[in-house]
């Protein structure tokens, strides 16, 4: 038990799975929050003249805002203004180069505003073409800035923000989701239909296999059949059916995986059992009139638990690149999130068009780390099993 503990590979595990658990209660929003302008980098990527996210809050009647910087990749105003309803308010925008009037209100008491420089009527009402991007013109070079307000006094509660093309530790993906949130909700996903469909898909394969390898006769002929069908089918195209049938939530991943992942098990338990069916010390339990449960329960499953072991630290890697492809394919729940899922989303919304790596890099290297870790963990056991594979 020591030596496992020890071994580097455990100790990354162990990390790993407490990060899954308690790394989602550690971060500041939620993975389905908008952090940043779709596709920007991380904030520590080499800056340049690239903006990052900055927002302002207005208080007063006007504020000067000095840029120098490539224009931001987003322009949005928001909040509240109070005035006389008798009064005119404009909320005005002045670049070095021309003034625009962002909104011209009246008749009321309280204004919401709620502006966005991506909205094709705020493009129309300003007088830009409406396939540009807004922001283009409204920062044109760098210089100082002025957003006034005039006709509310000072009753004035708005927060311009600008979202850059920079932001958080590993960027922002499609929809401007924090990448590095979605990175640690995704260990959590993944850990779950790894360790949980091997163990569903060994704990099957163990007792199919010491019941075919025990009994022996019908018992036995039958689930071998089973074993040589369910090992000739294409997997993929029945995970894919399975899934478009039972549907795409997380329980029910675990379970279609679990169902054509038993098989190896049971054969390597059956070939097991069979050699110590007909050892010498089974055969004096059978004379002393031990039953066929306790010879099963008390010996045979602690003989066969190790090569249960090496199979559960071999299967999970497995599973986890079964969810990584189903989810590829988009035949996950588009809700969950997992690294399989943000590799897919990745995909489809132009990662490798837009060059976003940050996008593909962390959960493509997320899910070769959990293999390694598990590989590593199933040939240390496999060693422990037969020492004879440690020799050099």
Same mark, same amino acid.
């Given at each position: 038990?020591?030596?496992?503990?020890?071994?580097?590979?455990?100790?990354a595990?162990?990390?790993?799975?407490?990060?899954?658990?308690?790394?989602?209660?550690?971060?500041p929003?939620s993975?389905?929050?908008?952090?940043?302008? $779709?596709?920007?980098?991380?904030?520590?990527?080499?800056?340049?003249?690239?903006?990052? +996210?900055?927002?302002?809050?207005?208080?007063?009647?006007?504020?000067?805002?000095?840029?120098?910087?490539?224009?931001?990749?987003?322009?949005?105003?928001?909040g509240?203004?109070? #005035?006389?309803p *008798?009064?005119? %308010?404009?909320?005005?925008?002045?670049?070095?180069?021309?003034?625009?009037l962002?909104?011209?209100?009246?008749?009321e008491?309280?204004?919401?505003? +709620?502006?966005?420089?991506?909205?094709?009527i705020?493009?129309?009402?300003?007088?830009?073409?409406?396939?540009?991007?807004?922001?283009?013109?409204?920062? $044109?070079?760098a210089?100082?800035?002025?957003?006034?307000?005039?006709?509310?006094?000072?009753?004035?509660?708005?927060?311009?923000?600008?979202?850059?093309?920079?932001?958080?530790?590993?960027?922002?993906?499609?929809?401007?989701?924090? %990448?590095?949130?979605l990175?640690?909700y995704?260990?959590?996903?993944s850990?779950?239909?790894?360790?949980?469909?091997?163990?569903?898909?060994?704990?099957?394969g163990?007792?199919?296999?010491l &019941?075919?390898?025990? #009994?022996?006769?019908?018992?036995?002929?039958?689930?071998?059949?089973?074993?040589?069908?369910?090992?000739?089918?294409?997997?993929?195209?029945?995970?894919?059916?399975?899934?478009?049938?039972?549907?795409?939530g997380? =329980?029910?991943?675990?379970?279609?995986?679990?169902?054509?992942?038993?098989?190896?098990?049971a054969?390597?338990?059956?070939?097991?059992?069979?050699?110590?069916? *007909?050892?010498? !010390?089974?055969?004096?339990?059978? &004379?002393?009139?031990?039953?066929?449960?306790y010879?099963?329960?008390?010996?045979?499953? $602690?003989?066969?638990?190790?090569?249960?072991?090496?199979?559960?630290?071999?299967?999970?890697? /497995?599973?986890?690149?079964?969810? #990584?492809?189903?989810?590829?394919?988009?035949?996950?729940?588009?809700?969950?999130?997992? =690294? /399989?899922?943000?590799?897919?989303?990745?995909?489809?919304?132009?990662?490798?068009?837009?060059?976003? !790596?940050?996008?593909?890099?962390?959960? /493509?290297?997320g899910? %070769?780390?959990?293999?390694?870790?598990?590989?590593?963990?199933?040939?240390?056991?496999?060693?422990?099993?037969?020492?004879?594979?440690?020799?050099?």
């Amino acid at each position: 038990m020591k030596d496992i503990l020890s071994r580097k590979s455990v100790i990354a595990f162990i990390l790993l799975a407490l990060l899954g658990v308690f790394g989602p209660a550690l971060l500041p929003r939620s993975p389905y929050e908008f952090a940043g302008a $779709p596709f920007a980098r991380p904030v520590w990527w080499r800056s340049g003249t690239l903006p990052a +996210n900055v927002s302002y809050e207005i208080n007063s009647a006007e504020t000067s805002i000095t840029w120098d910087k490539n224009p931001p990749a987003i322009f949005s105003l928001s909040g509240k203004i109070k #005035a006389s309803p *008798e009064s005119r %308010v404009t909320v005005t925008w002045r670049t070095p180069e021309r003034k625009f009037l962002l909104a011209e209100l009246s008749g009321e008491s309280e204004y919401w505003l +709620n502006l966005d420089g991506r909205d094709m009527i705020f493009k129309h009402a300003l007088g830009l073409p409406l396939i540009s991007r807004s922001v283009d013109y409204l920062f $044109p070079r760098a210089g100082v800035y002025e957003l006034r307000v005039e006709g509310a006094g000072e009753d004035i509660s708005l927060r311009l923000s600008l979202p850059g093309e920079r932001c958080g530790l590993l960027g922002t993906d499609q929809r401007g989701r924090d %990448v590095f949130t979605l990175l640690i909700y995704g260990i959590r996903a993944s850990l779950i239909i790894g360790v949980s469909a091997t163990l569903i898909a060994s704990l099957l394969g163990m007792s199919l296999g010491l &019941a075919a390898g025990y #009994a022996g006769g019908l018992c036995d002929a039958l689930i071998m059949r089973a074993v040589d069908i369910l090992m000739s089918i294409p997997t993929l195209p029945i995970l894919m059916v399975l899934a478009g049938i039972w549907g795409k939530g997380l =329980w029910q991943l675990v379970l279609i995986l679990s169902i054509f992942s038993w098989m190896g098990t049971a054969r390597s338990v059956r070939a097991l059992v069979l050699t110590l069916r *007909e050892s010498q !010390w089974v055969e004096s339990l059978r &004379a002393l009139g031990a039953k066929r449960s306790y010879i099963l329960a008390r010996h045979l499953v $602690p003989e066969t638990a190790p090569v249960l072991l090496a199979n559960i630290a071999l299967g999970v890697p /497995g599973a986890i690149l079964a969810e #990584a492809g189903l989810a590829f394919l988009g035949l996950s729940d588009p809700r969950l999130i997992s =690294w /399989g899922r943000m590799l897919h989303e990745a995909h489809s919304f132009g990662a490798f068009t837009e060059g976003a !790596w940050w996008l593909l890099l962390p959960p /493509g290297l997320g899910i %070769v780390a959990v293999c390694l870790i598990f590989m590593d963990i199933g040939k240390f056991l496999e060693e422990k099993i037969d020492p004879r594979l440690g020799k050099k």
